[in-house]
């Protein structure tokens, strides 16, 4: 709570001032707790919503824009507003909203930022759930954009209006009438330079060895107390406590502190994977993300996401805590998550939530979420204290198990899962059981390889060349060195080769062109499973050959 009170006392908009001065705080700290600290400053597109203003007719409605909206001109535009319900693809496919401005239902989010700029429309006013108004960074670039990626940015100005004004507006839609409507939107994006903290603390003198990496964003929207501020909090005090039990450590904890999550759509973990790509390929053993621990009445402990091979770690941490029973969900495209294309399994984010009833538009970490409001008062100390507790059980288990718990049996589990739908469809027009008895060869030998008679350090190099190979065919749509949008993605991506194949007529004329593109995303799971297995393989051999001998 003492390190909330000094993370309350500054409003940490990425790349100003005042988010630098709070990393040195961080820095401090750090460095106190015994970690060998280095402050990074790399160059991010970050964008920094100023102004709004949405008016109708007469009135003035209270309003934000977003990070990553259009800038309207300085005299603003004026457009009829036209009703798309909660933007899914149908409803924009309905009606015509080229050079017109859309009135979507929810909080701003980046599919229909993108649907808006795809269908020609010049504005978005989006009706919050509540009276508050939430603030999104709505583009659907992960990290900074590239020339290749520049384009997908949203084209239209985009504001959130409050509940009760936007049924009003709703209402008129719906009754046919045509609502002028004005806009004015400022923004300030552009590059600037951000920090970002590295401080790491190894088990032994030794350059390369395996560390597991911990992270957090830093940078919040206004005061962000629990919106990074009590995430950092576990942070620090998770760092510190381990750092007394050092000496139990196999393997080293490097501890990072992102800017541009919050501005620049995760710019900062993005920057960082890329440019560390080579000794987080080499030495990374997986990757814990914390965010937005302790809110007051936050008291559901079974939602929060993980990776296949981690769900039985977070489940046996949330147990042995709360007694409460992890869902295993599986992890989205959110939370600083930059890391699958390296190959490093990686849990959490978001950890604690707002019970819900199925329905409810609140948001579930709470109703101060991304608003003004995200204050201390919004911290509850006792559950700071239980989620941090998860944390710690957590990484002190990735830092000291002579084996990592990288289960990918269950992994396989769920590939085994995916083939099997695919091999009554897809598998009319390719054959796929090659793919199966690689899956489940790789069960049989995950499961073997966690009781092998070889040595631990053999076991864990072989379960990360497997995740190296199975992290980013299950997690992103197979290209391990960019990263993919930041949009929702089905299970297992990297099959959607398969998929288009399957969802395809047999009798359809263009089932050649496809069966083409199916065997090639054949062939990228079939050589990623080969080398899992491989690697699997020869530490069984091993064991094999030191128990014949």
């Known amino acids: 709570m003492a390190h909330l009170g000094e993370f309350a006392r500054r409003v940490k908009l990425s790349g100003t001032p005042e988010e630098l001065e709070s990393f040195r705080y961080l820095e401090a700290t750090m460095a106190a707790a015994g970690f060998r600290t280095t402050m990074l400053s790399h160059d991010a597109y970050i964008s920094l919503p100023r102004r709004s203003e949405v008016r109708v007719g007469g009135e003035t409605l209270p309003s934000i824009t977003h990070s990553m909206s259009r800038p309207t001109p300085a005299a603003g535009l004026t457009a009829p507003l036209v009703y798309v319900g909660n933007g899914d693809p149908a409803a924009f496919a309905a009606q015509d909203v080229a050079g017109k ?23 978005q006013i989006h009706i919050s ?57 400022e923004v300030d994006t552009g590059w600037r330079k951000t920090p970002l903290l590295v401080a790491e603390l190894g088990a032994a003198d030794q350059p390369d060895e395996p560390f597991v990496l911990f992270s957090g964003h830093h940078d919040t929207w206004h005061f962000g107390v629990m919106d990074n501020g009590s995430a950092n909090a576990t942070m620090l005090e998770a760092a510190r406590l381990l750092a007394g039990a050092r000496a139990t450590w196999r393997r080293g904890l490097r501890v990072c502190f992102w800017s541009g999550h919050s501005h620049g759509r995760y710019s900062g973990s993005a920057w960082y994977a890329d440019e560390a790509f080579e000794e987080l390929d080499r030495r990374g053993v997986a990757h814990v993300n914390i965010d937005s621990t302790g809110g007051a009445g936050a008291s559901v402990m079974t939602n929060s996401a993980t990776i296949d091979e981690l769900k039985g770690l977070a489940a046996e941490a949330i147990a042995a805590i709360t007694d409460q029973v992890h869902a295993g969900n599986r992890h989205g495209r959110v939370a600083d998550q930059s890391f699958w294309g390296v190959g490093l399994p990686s849990m959490f984010g978001s950890l604690s939530y707002q019970p819900r009833a199925p329905g409810d538009p609140l948001p579930r970490l709470g109703w101060w979420w991304h608003t003004p409001c995200d204050l201390i008062e919004h911290i509850d100390a006792d559950n700071l204290v239980r989620d941090t507790a998860i944390v710690v059980r957590v990484l002190h288990r990735l830092l000291t198990a002579p084996v990592l718990p990288l289960d990918y049996a ?140």
């Not at 509540?130 to 949203?154: D, K």
């Not at 960019?482 to 395809?504: I, Q």
């Open 129 to 185: 759930p509540t009276e508050q108004l939430y603030e999104m960074c709505i583009s659907p670039v992960w990290g900074s954009p590239s020339q290749h990626t520049r384009g997908a940015l949203p084209t239209t100005a985009i504001c959130t209006i409050a509940h009760d004004a936007g049924a009003r507006l709703r209402q008129r839609c719906r009754a046919g009438e045509t609502v002028e409507t004005f806009m004015v939107t």
């Open 101 to 123: 401005i859309v009135l979507v239902d929810g909080i701003a989010l980046e599919d229909v930022a993108v649907a808006a700029s795809r269908a020609g429309a010049v504005g």
């Open 410 to 549: 269950a992994c396989a589990d769920s590939l085994l899962a995916e083939l099997a739908g695919l091999e009554k469809t897809a598998g009319r027009s390719l054959d796929l059981r090659g793919l199966r008895a690689a899956a489940e060869t790789l069960k049989r030998r995950a499961t073997a390889a966690l009781t092998a008679d070889a040595p631990p350090a053999a076991v864990n190099r072989a379960l990360m060349r497997v995740s190296r190979a199975l992290v980013p065919l299950n997690y992103t749509y197979g290209d391990r060195f960019r990263h993919d949008p930041a949009l929702d993605h089905p299970a297992w991506p990297s099959l959607e080769g398969l998929r288009e194949l399957a969802a395809l007529s047999p009798d359809s004329p263009d089932l050649p062109f496809y069966v083409v593109h199916a065997r090639q995303t054949r062939n990228r799971v079939a050589h990623a499973l080969g080398a899992a297995n491989a690697a699997l393989g020869d530490v069984l051999s091993d064991a094999s050959t030191e128990t014949q001998s």
